[in-house]
């Protein structure tokens, strides 16, 4: 469950979580470049110096503040820091040294991916691999992270460009999904797996909550609908591409469409089983896309 603690003003304390865990290292240049990295900056005011913090923002809230709510202390606060800028803010930096949530959202994606199926294949030994990958697929596309995101306030923490800002990028959808799975990323390179599959198993606890009351009941064409809707405001339909073998056994192909794009393709002994497998087979893909 997410714990609940009061966010701390920027200043003296932002400064000594800083100056603890970062001012100690000597600014040793970077073979590659011949530069300081902003990592190793002396304190806090030098940090801050190097790597401004996002002027649209009225009241910005420190790395420090989402570390608390969420419980964790990094050893290497940089790591949590990057998973906060979004690609628009690179052009504004003050330094080349900065780099985007892409790869640590890269990692992340992984990481999730990793972590859902493992406590999926402890906690329900009875669901073949079916089931459990339409499970995993509602658990990590992209408006289920975004979720997930918002439940911690994750947009109110992001750098953004000043563009991205005023065009509401702080809660994109996008951006907050995009976001969390930098930020397991980044808990997975600070403390490893173990600490990483705590953060995941508190940032989901909600949905996976809800999946274990609901019996597994919730069929693949109702959840790809739902995220259809959600996602492009237009409801799947379902054509029949082929039939085949004798009447006692036919076997029926269909294609989802969202759209004219072709989302999944599915084959059962008859429509319904085949539709079902289409709608299946798309949720897995969307999943594997994000």
């Given at each position: 469950?997410?714990?609940?603690?009061?966010?701390?003003?920027?200043?003296?304390?932002?400064g000594s979580?800083?100056?603890?865990r970062?001012g100690?290292?000597?600014?040793?240049?970077?073979l590659a470049?011949?530069?300081?990295?902003?990592?190793?900056?002396?304190?806090?005011?030098?940090?801050y110096a190097?790597?401004?913090?996002?002027?649209?923002l009225?009241?910005?809230?420190?790395?420090?503040?989402l570390?608390?709510?969420?419980?964790?202390?990094?050893?290497?606060?940089?790591?949590?820091?990057?998973?906060?800028?979004?690609?628009?803010?690179?052009?504004?930096?003050?330094?080349?040294e900065?780099?985007?949530?892409?790869?640590?959202?890269?990692?992340?994606d992984?990481?999730?991916?990793?972590?859902?199926?493992d406590?999926?294949?402890?906690d329900?030994?009875?669901?073949s691999?079916?089931?459990?990958?339409?499970?995993?697929?509602?658990?990590?596309?992209?408006?289920?992270?975004?979720?997930?995101?918002?439940?911690?306030?994750?947009?109110?923490?992001l750098?953004?460009?000043?563009?991205?800002?005023?065009?509401?990028?702080?809660?994109?959808?996008?951006n907050?999904?995009?976001?969390?799975?930098?930020?397991?990323?980044?808990?997975f390179?600070?403390?490893?797996?173990?600490?990483?599959r705590?953060l995941?198993?508190?940032?989901?606890?909600?949905?996976?909550?809800?999946?274990?009351?609901s019996?597994?009941?919730?069929?693949?064409?109702?959840?790809?609908?739902?995220?259809?809707q959600?996602?492009?405001r237009?409801?799947?339909?379902?054509?029949?591409?082929?039939?085949e073998?004798?009447d006692?056994a036919?076997?029926?192909?269909?294609?989802?469409?969202?759209g004219?794009q072709?989302?999944g393709?599915?084959?059962?002994?008859?429509?319904k089983?085949?539709?079902?497998?289409?709608?299946?087979?798309?949720?897995?893909?969307?999943?594997?896309?994000?």
């Amino acid at each position: 469950m997410l714990t609940n603690m009061a966010s701390e003003q920027a200043g003296a304390s932002g400064g000594s979580f800083f100056r603890d865990r970062v001012g100690l290292a000597e600014q040793t240049p970077c073979l590659a470049t011949g530069r300081v990295p902003v990592t190793q900056a002396h304190s806090a005011r030098e940090f801050y110096a190097v790597v401004k913090a996002p002027a649209a923002l009225a009241s910005p809230r420190t790395p420090l503040d989402l570390a608390r709510s969420l419980g964790l202390t990094f050893r290497r606060p940089e790591l949590l820091q990057q998973a906060l800028y979004h690609r628009s803010y690179l052009n504004e930096a003050a330094s080349g040294e900065v780099e985007s949530n892409e790869r640590l959202e890269f990692l992340g994606d992984a990481v999730l991916g990793l972590i859902v199926s493992d406590k999926l294949y402890k906690d329900y030994p009875a669901l073949s691999e079916g089931q459990l990958s339409q499970i995993r697929a509602l658990l990590v596309r992209w408006d289920a992270l975004a979720a997930a995101a918002q439940r911690i306030s994750l947009g109110d923490y992001l750098v953004l460009g000043r563009g991205e800002e005023l065009s509401g990028g702080r809660q994109r959808p996008s951006n907050l999904a995009g976001a969390l799975e930098a930020l397991i990323g980044a808990a997975f390179l600070d403390s490893g797996m173990a600490r990483a599959r705590s953060l995941v198993l508190q940032l989901l606890k909600p949905d996976l909550d809800e999946i274990a009351a609901s019996g597994f009941s919730a069929d693949s064409k109702s959840e790809l609908q739902h995220v259809a809707q959600t996602r492009w405001r237009q409801i799947p339909q379902y054509r029949l591409v082929a039939s085949e073998g004798p009447d006692h056994a036919k076997l029926f192909t269909v294609e989802v469409l969202v759209g004219s794009q072709v989302m999944g393709r599915g084959q059962g002994r008859n429509k319904k089983q085949a539709e079902l497998d289409a709608a299946r087979q798309a949720l897995e893909s969307l999943a594997s896309n994000n």
